[in-house]
């Protein structure tokens, strides 16, 4: 079999096509959800700021929100990282960032 056929056999045992274990794919899922929740806290900031608040909750800020939203997604970013994304580091990041600096606008000293 190829990267680029569908073993049918497999398929027809109950195996999916993309080769991920139910686990990889719950995790995946999971990673999503947590993704499309900063997106939405990130709408919100956008929109009504920082520090901001539901009526409902005026405890919590949108930054709060932000912040449990982001530890989240690490966390299962953590999770991903012990299995399928075992070369994923967040100190590697650091260097990530300071690549993008170069595109930025309105983020301070850009490297040369």
């Excluded at 993309?18 to 947590?34: D, V």
């Excluded at 966390?75 to 690549?99: F, I, K, N, P, T």
Aim: glycine share 8%.
């Amino acid at each position: 079999m190829t990267d680029s056929t569908v073993d049918k056999a497999a398929l027809a045992a109950g195996a999916h096509f993309n080769k991920l274990a139910p686990a990889e794919a719950e995790r995946l899922a999971m990673l999503a959800e947590e993704c499309g929740e900063v997106i939405q806290v990130i709408g919100k900031i956008l929109r009504h700021g920082y520090d901001s608040y539901h009526p409902v909750n005026p405890r919590v800020t949108n930054r709060g929100l932000l912040v449990k939203e982001l530890r989240d997604v690490n966390a299962v970013l953590q999770a991903m990282g012990r299995s399928e994304l075992a070369d994923y580091s967040v100190q590697d990041c650091l260097g990530v960032w300071e690549r993008k600096l170069q595109y930025t606008h309105h983020q301070g000293e850009r490297p040369e």
